[in-house]
């Protein structure tokens, strides 16, 4: 059973078009996260949810916009792709239990390449 | 701010010898938590180890170990008896009281040789 499933694992498309990521969790976590990592490797957060609750909004343009429909899911929509957009954008979940051993489950990450 | 350092972009080890990963990191937190993470070519994210802040001891898992030096605000991960699967990119991390999140250092990448 994967913990952090996210889909697609690829993801090619024009510039301009509108694409979702979603992502799952089946650890039973509280608290979810979407990062990004550009083409250097650098992993940056982006949002993080806990129970459905936006915690952390990062300084993303409003193209993105994260939705949690229940806090075992967290899709990542992204409005009017651009070319920077391309990188690889990793979901990840944790328990939130309060405790700075808060480890992140990272699902295995969407590659995103805009045309 | 919180940050990560990472100085060396890239490592060399020859298969079964030891190996150490710097890190060093800024928090004005007096709590905190460091993690290291490995991600294979294959892309995914793998949890290695944690030291918290207060804790004494070097936290150590199988071939994994932080040496942690808390006045120098480093943690560094060592690896003993490098296998070739142990090739893969190495991210140090920090969790502090004052921030909601993990924030990532630019990583290094680990070549072993046979």
């Known amino acids: 059973d994967t913990a952090v499933s996210q889909t697609p694992k690829y993801l090619v498309t024009q510039m301009g078009n509108d694409k979702s990521i979603k992502c799952e969790q089946n650890?039973?976590?509280?608290?979810m996260y979407w990062y990004k990592q550009d083409s250097k490797k650098f992993l940056k957060i982006m949002f993080s949810y806990n129970n459905k609750e936006l915690i952390i909004n990062e300084t993303v343009p409003n193209r993105f916009s994260p939705k949690s429909p229940d806090k075992a899911h967290l899709n990542l929509h992204i409005n009017s792709l651009e070319l920077g957009d391309s990188a690889v954008y990793f979901c990840a979940s944790s328990q939130d239990r309060g405790g700075l051993d808060e480890k992140l489950f990272f699902g295995s990450g969407t590659q995103l390449s805009v045309l | 701010a919180q940050k990560i350092t990472q100085t060396q972009p890239g490592m060399f080890v020859q298969e079964k010898e030891a190996v150490t990963l710097d890190c060093t990191y800024d928090?004005?937190?007096?709590?905190?938590?460091l993690f290291w993470y490995k991600q294979p070519s294959s892309g995914e994210m793998i949890f290695l180890i944690y030291q918290g802040s207060y804790d004494e001891q070097n936290a150590t898992e199988g071939r994994y170990s932080l040496n942690f030096q808390k006045a120098r605000k480093s943690a560094n991960l060592v690896i003993s008896a490098s296998q070739l699967g142990d090739s893969a990119m190495y991210f140090c991390?920090?969790?502090?009281?004052?921030?909601?999140?993990?924030?990532f250092g630019t990583g290094t990448r680990l070549l072993v040789s046979p």
């Open positions: 928090t004005s937190d007096q709590s905190y938590g």
């Open positions: 650890l039973g976590h509280d608290t």
């Open positions: 991390a920090i969790l502090g009281t004052g921030f909601q999140k993990l924030v």
